[in-house]
């Protein structure tokens, strides 16, 4: 009969392998944090600009004024008190109050409630889409992560967006203050 040998490792080896795991681990750790962050801010962008699309169509589609807004409750449009960060809705605005209001009787298209861990500003309280031949509201949005990473969509006079990482005739994009 043959001996039996004892398999498995050392103390000294399975410090060894710990203290390695340990430091890829922590090498990792920072990238995972940047690559959540750019994640939840790429997702944002993404849903603000499928927001100004939808709202574009609509009031093509309508004949009528289409608002995408800032908003706290998805029932009323937010004034200089709140910042994109809180949420947005779309909805049509059928009794073209000035300045845009939703009524109950009025369809709300969209809401949106943003998962960026930073901020969302506008150089705009509001974005009207009016149906052809007639200018819509332009502006910058600045979506920001936690770490201050600026990107922005920018919405033309006849309602295209699109996405930049330097503002408006080139300078470059600042990150409102972080909560």
């Known amino acids: 009969m043959g001996k039996l040998q004892a398999s498995g490792v050392s103390l000294w080896e399975l410090l060894c392998a ?37 709202a574009r ?3 093509a589609k309508r004949g009528m004024p289409v608002v995408l807004c800032k908003t706290a409750d998805a029932s009323n449009c937010a004034g200089t008190e709140l910042r994109y960060d809180s949420g947005w809705m779309i909805f049509v605005n059928t009794d073209r109050i000035r300045p845009p209001h939703r009524s109950p009787a009025e369809d709300l298209l969209m809401h949106y409630l943003p998962e960026t861990q930073g901020t969302i500003s506008a150089n705009r309280r509001l974005f009207e ?23 922005a969509v920018i919405v033309s006079y006849t ?10 005739g080139g300078r470059p994009l600042v990150c409102a203050d972080l909560p």
Request: charged share 20%; net charge positive.
């Open 57 to 59: 169509s609509e009031a």
């Open 129 to 151: 889409f009016r149906p052809f031949s007639w200018r819509s509201t332009n502006g910058t949005v600045t979506f920001c992560d936690a770490a201050g990473r600026p990107r």
């Open 159 to 168: 309602g295209r967006p699109r996405v930049a990482d330097i503002g408006p």
């Open 18 to 54: 710990l203290g390695l795991g340990a430091v890829v681990f922590s090498l990792a750790v920072p990238a995972l944090r940047s690559f959540l962050l750019d994640a939840r801010r790429t997702a944002d962008i993404n849903a603000f600009v499928t927001a100004v699309q939808l």
